[in-house]
């Protein structure tokens, strides 16, 4: 029987979230890949930039869903706000550490994403990282 007075220790919200955000992260980089094979030659640069960043977009908040339908409970919002952090810190930290050191992209071409006065889209998922996990928290444990 399920207990529904269960508060899950730091260390199960630690593992939960960072699960997720690898299968995020797995999503992430094959979205590239089909990206710039099929996307790119066809909408070019830009288009294959906003296909990527609209794609996944609703990938964060399948995933925040999935988080906080495991977390419910007594501490939603201190675990719902964890999650936005920790994905936000490590999605900028992938974005930086694989991007130039794996794909080789210039420290420029990087921190050129994060323009959106420019058109560039980058921040609207780091923006979805930030209000998805509260915002469907607060449905679940709410309403």
Known sequence: MENI????????LFEIALGMWLGMAVIAIANGYIGKTYVAPQWGDYGNHVYKT??????????????????????????ALFVSCFWIGLTILFEF????????????????????????LWLLVLISEAIAPVTIAWLINCF
């Not at 007075?5 to 199960?12: C, E, I, L, S, W």
């Open 54 to 79: 609209l794609f996944f977009i609703p990938i964060i908040f399948l995933f925040s869903w999935l988080y906080a339908n495991a977390t419910r409970g007594e501490i939603w919002l201190t675990s």
């Open 5 to 12: 007075n269960y508060v899950p220790r730091f260390a199960d």
């Open 97 to 120: 550490v694989f991007g130039h050191y794996v794909l080789r992209n210039s420290w420029e071409v990087l921190i050129a994403d994060y323009r959106i006065w420019q058109g560039r």
